[in-house]
């Protein structure tokens, strides 16, 4: 009786073991899924089955899109392409003078076009220019224009080519100004540079290599970048967006589409792209372009003819400063002589705005008030000193020097 009632209890637990094994099994496995691919769950399905809202669907989406493409500049730069022009300048390079121009003998033998004297020579630079106005403004670099130009051509997108005129020109920031009979040109609106964020995204747009309409991204990599060596005022936006031959002179864009720069230079070894450019932020280029506007040229803050130069560990030991910040006199003129300064003094302070180097201390005079007074502090002999110079147009001081 027990052996027959054996085999069937032996057949009901075996059952019942399996089918607590098997459900592990599949649980296991689903446990296993949801936690592998957890993103391949629709938005609907997620908010029926777990009762999530659409922001947090949102969140869980997010990561996906950005994974499958990044930033999507396709509207901005369709936009901000119609605003920047392709610039072509003639120059002409005076020839070098011979003495032997006047010998009949070396001129019958040599002619007018040999080593020693020959016609002037032509040369094209090429770069890029923005359209800021509607009614033919266009800034580009000072350098894309020339010291001898004789003749400026403006590309525009829609394939017109015409002649620009000099409005004005700016070395000390490398900005240009100029005007073309146009009206109704679309326009890149100014954006504010201030607001630059370290890691931000930008657009560099222009004409790299005579290719028009080239349209790189890049973030960027700092602000207030000096010492750079192109220009006497620098306080420019450096990216890793691609700037190269051609691109002077064009446009630096945030993801709003908004000019923030004008594309100045880079930095390589090689003459090509490495990473890192240069861009003249849009505050200062717009207070350039202002004045260019309407007085011709720029009109900054100056004290009179004063050089500094950068403090190396060396002089600052034998001057008995403690470190190198600073900006140190090394000549003046007797006017700013006379107004307290003397040459070797160390500026550490300008109207309360601690200096850190030369760059620094020249953008902050040339940003004040004409009319204005400096208060300087200075260490002079191991003791620190005040001295106060008034703020004059650079143009009259350079006039009375």
Do not use: C
């Not at 392709?86 to 007018?112: A, C, H, K, M, T």
């Not at 011709?296 to 803050?301: C, F, Q, T």
């Amino acid at each position: 009786m027990v052996r027959r009632l054996a085999l069937p209890l032996f057949l009901v637990v075996a059952g019942f073991v399996g089918g607590v094994i098997a459900t592990g099994w599949v649980r296991a496995a689903e446990n296993f899924r949801a936690s592998e691919v957890p993103r391949e769950v629709s938005e609907p399905a997620v908010q029926s089955k777990r009762g999530v809202d659409s922001r947090a669907a949102a969140q869980i989406a997010e990561p996906r899109s950005i994974a499958q493409g990044g930033p999507d500049f396709t509207r901005i730069a369709g936009q901000a392409v119609k605003g920047v022009a392709n610039i072509s300048s003639l120059q002409v390079i005076p020839r070098r003078n011979s003495p032997f121009d006047n010998d009949p003998f070396f001129r019958y033998f040599f002619g007018d076009d040999q080593l020693f004297g020959g016609r002037d020579r032509r040369s094209l630079s090429l770069g890029s220019g923005v359209i800021i106005s509607a009614d033919g403004y266009v800034v580009t670099n000072n350098h894309v224009v020339g010291e001898n130009m004789r003749q400026i051509t403006i590309a525009l997108p829609d394939k017109r080519e015409i002649k620009g005129e000099v409005i004005g020109t700016d070395p000390d920031t490398d900005i240009a100004l100029l005007k073309i009979s146009v009206s109704g040109l679309p326009v890149l609106p100014w954006g504010d540079s201030a607001q630059l964020k370290v890691g931000e995204w930008v657009l560099a747009i222009g004409s790299p290599f005579q290719l028009s309409q080239t349209v790189t991204a890049g973030i960027v990599s700092a602000t207030g970048r000096a010492n750079m060596g192109f220009a006497n005022y620098e306080d420019f936006i450096q990216t890793d967006a691609a700037i190269n031959p051609g691109n002077s002179g064009g446009a630096l864009i945030n993801n709003r589409g908004e000019l923030v720069g004008i594309n100045t230079g880079i930095y390589s070894e090689s003459g090509g792209y490495q990473g890192i450019g240069f861009a003249v932020p849009s505050n200062l280029a717009r207070r350039v372009v202002g004045d260019l506007m309407k007085y011709g040229a720029v009109r900054r803050g100056s004290i009179g003819y004063m050089a500094v130069e950068k403090l190396t560990p060396q002089l600052a030991e034998e001057l008995g400063t403690s470190n190198t910040n600073g900006a140190l006199v090394a000549r003046l003129s007797r006017q700013v002589f006379d107004q307290g300064m003397r040459a070797g003094d160390v500026i550490v302070g300008f109207n309360g705005t601690t200096i850190d180097d030369p760059s620094q201390f020249l953008r902050l005079v040339s940003d004040s008030r004409i009319g204005s007074t400096a208060t300087l502090k200075v260490l002079r002999s191991g003791r620190t000193v005040e001295v106060k110079l008034p703020i004059v147009s650079s143009s009259s001081s350079r006039a009375r020097r």
